[in-house]
């Protein structure tokens, strides 16, 4: 499926909001949304993180740091890789071991001139803590997260780099050298050790109270809740915004949100596999208009 790129002109009758600007989509697979999302990073990147598809913790645990992110599915990647060469990447870090994605995708890397790492450990907890201590190594920050808690990972992201704290996957009785611990939730679950709390009694709950903390953003990320582009985080996190969540709707409370505190003429990039239905009800709740 081709990624698709719409432009939206707001109009809205009430005076008291400035209407956002600009909106773009980027529909299609979460490999192809992730290729597309390394073109709205400054500077054009020559080094990028490679993560697989459909598992939530690799891409999580490096998008806090708010560098490219492109996913890639463990038996079709060579195509993905194939169009980082030809966007001038130069470099590619591998996140995850090779049972995520296979020692075959280093030898195409280097059969196409594009040099490679591996960052990983035995589990998703290792390399997160692997990810720390090659990238955050100094921080005394520490946003803490399940290891199991999918949209916790993808929207503690923004809110670490906002901090400028380190991620980390917690596991039970694991001890913690952290001065200042922030944790984070998408299920309801308060912090088993002493810290700092934003616990969302769902996921979209949760992206709205983290929402709450930013203020004067330059761009705006919403991805879809039953299918979230994980790299979405990194964006997110290189602009210094929240990551926000829509489902099948818009949801009143993220609706609500965008108005109160992020009333500007700024750009919203909606990443994922969003229908032109859902894109029609955005456009008609929130007044924004197509050019």
Same mark, same amino acid.
């Given at each position: =499926?081709? #990624?698709?790129?719409?432009?939206?002109?707001?109009?809205?009758?009430?005076?008291? %909001?400035?209407?956002i600007? @600009?909106?773009? #989509?980027?529909?299609?697979?979460?490999?192809?949304?992730?290729?597309?999302?390394?073109?709205?990073?400054?500077?054009?990147?020559?080094?990028?993180?490679?993560?697989? &598809?459909?598992?939530?913790?690799?891409?999580?645990?490096?998008?806090?740091?708010? *560098?490219?992110?492109?996913?890639?599915?463990?038996?079709?990647?060579?195509?993905?890789?194939?169009?980082?060469k030809? *966007?001038g990447?130069?470099?590619?870090? $591998?996140? /995850?071991?090779?049972?995520?994605?296979?020692?075959?995708?280093?030898? %195409?890397?280097?059969?196409?001139? $594009?040099?490679?790492?591996?960052?990983?450990?035995?589990?998703?907890?290792?390399?997160c803590?692997?990810?720390?201590?090659?990238?955050?190594? /100094?921080?005394?920050?520490?946003?803490?997260?399940?290891?199991?808690?999918?949209?916790?990972a993808?929207?503690?992201?923004?809110?670490?780099? *906002?901090?400028?704290?380190?991620?980390?996957? %917690?596991?039970?009785?694991?001890? +913690?050298?952290?001065?200042?611990? $922030?944790?984070?939730?998408? =299920?309801?679950?308060? &912090?088993?050790?002493?810290?700092?709390?934003?616990?969302?009694?769902?996921?979209?709950?949760?992206?709205?109270?983290? /929402?709450?903390?930013?203020?004067? +953003?330059?761009? +705006?990320?919403?991805?879809?809740?039953?299918?979230?582009?994980y790299?979405?985080? &990194? @964006?997110?996190?290189?602009?210094?915004?929240?990551?926000?969540?829509?489902?099948?709707?818009?949801?009143?409370?993220?609706?609500?949100?965008?108005?109160?505190?992020?009333?500007?003429?700024?750009?919203?990039?909606?990443?994922?596999?969003? &229908?032109?239905?859902?894109?029609?009800?955005?456009? *008609?709740? =929130?007044?924004?208009? =197509?050019?």
């Open positions: =499926m081709s #990624v698709q790129f719409t432009s939206v002109l707001s109009s809205v009758s009430d005076s008291s %909001y400035t209407p600007k @600009l909106l773009r #989509v980027f529909s299609g697979s979460k490999e192809e949304v992730s290729l597309k999302l390394i073109d709205y990073f400054l500077s054009g990147e020559k080094e990028v993180f490679i993560a697989r &598809s459909d598992l939530f913790a690799d891409a999580a645990c490096v998008g806090y740091l708010g *560098k490219p992110v492109v996913l890639v599915d463990p038996k079709r990647y060579y195509e993905t890789l194939l169009d980082l030809n *966007k990447v130069v470099r590619v870090i $591998i996140v /995850g071991g090779p049972e995520a994605l296979p020692e075959e995708i280093e030898s %195409y890397l280097s059969s196409i001139g $594009i040099k490679y790492s591996r960052i990983w450990g035995k589990d998703r907890y290792e390399t803590n692997r990810v720390r201590e090659a990238f955050n190594a /100094g921080s005394r920050k520490l946003v803490l997260v399940y290891g199991n808690d999918e949209f916790g993808i929207l503690a992201g923004p809110l670490a780099n *906002k901090l400028g704290a380190a991620l980390a996957y %917690y596991r039970k009785g694991e001890p +913690l050298d952290s001065e200042e611990v $922030i944790w984070v939730n998408s =299920m309801g679950r308060h &912090s088993p050790v002493k810290a700092t709390e934003f616990v969302g009694e769902n996921p979209i709950d949760l992206s709205v109270k983290i /929402g709450r903390e930013f203020e004067e +953003l330059k761009l +705006l990320v919403i991805t879809k809740e039953d299918d979230p582009v790299s979405a985080s &990194s @964006l997110a996190s290189r602009f210094s915004s929240p990551l926000l969540l829509v489902g099948d709707t818009l949801p009143k409370e993220i609706a609500d949100l965008i108005r109160e505190k992020y009333p500007w003429r700024g750009r919203v990039v909606l990443a994922g596999n969003f &229908s032109e239905e859902l894109i029609r009800q955005i456009k *008609k709740k =929130m007044g924004w208009r =197509m050019i």
